[in-house]
């Protein structure tokens, strides 16, 4: 089993199975706010980009986002206010991809357009830098 830390607004107890694909379900309706549509406009270009460059790869539309080490997790509790860090283990055969969460970021300048078809070929062809985000392709089970 491989362990990694998952960062919910839910605190789950030990035990609990977390399934993958809960994000990507947020985005089967129209956007209810700007913000909303800001960030499924987001993902909708990642995911055009992961269906041509890594079609293989885990979509973040259908995994359980994790962190590789407490660390990280942390510093990304400061993107989710009063939320939770759990340590969650999975199957060492699960599938994963490692992103660079910083290419997701919305303090960038530069033309959005521009910025989010780059962002998001990187995403998915080079080797994070910065906070890397774990995208696992299966469930994750909460152990502490």
């Not at 960030?39 to 973040?60: D, G, Q």
């Not at 359980?64 to 939320?83: E, H, L, M, W």
């Not at 303090?107 to 990187?122: F, H, K, M, P």
Request: net charge negative; aromatic share 12%; hydrophobic share 40%.
């Amino acid at each position: 089993m491989t362990i990694y830390y998952h960062v919910s607004t839910t605190q789950h107890p030990v035990g609990f199975v977390i399934q993958p694909g809960r994000f990507g379900g947020l985005f089967t309706n129209a956007p209810a706010t700007v913000q909303d549509g800001f960030v499924m406009t987001w993902e909708a270009t990642l995911e055009t980009a992961r269906r041509v460059i890594s079609p293989n790869a885990v979509s973040r539309l259908h995994c359980v986002f994790g962190c590789q080490d407490i660390a990280g997790a942390q510093t990304f509790q400061k993107y989710r206010p009063n939320s939770f860090v759990h340590e969650v283990e999975v199957p060492d055969d699960t599938p994963i991809h490692l992103g660079n969460f910083d290419l997701i970021s919305y303090s960038q300048s530069g033309s959005y357009i521009e910025r989010w078809a780059s962002n998001s070929i990187s995403y998915w062809q080079d080797k994070p830098k910065g906070m890397i985000e774990v995208l696992i392709g299966g469930a994750a089970t909460v152990v502490k």
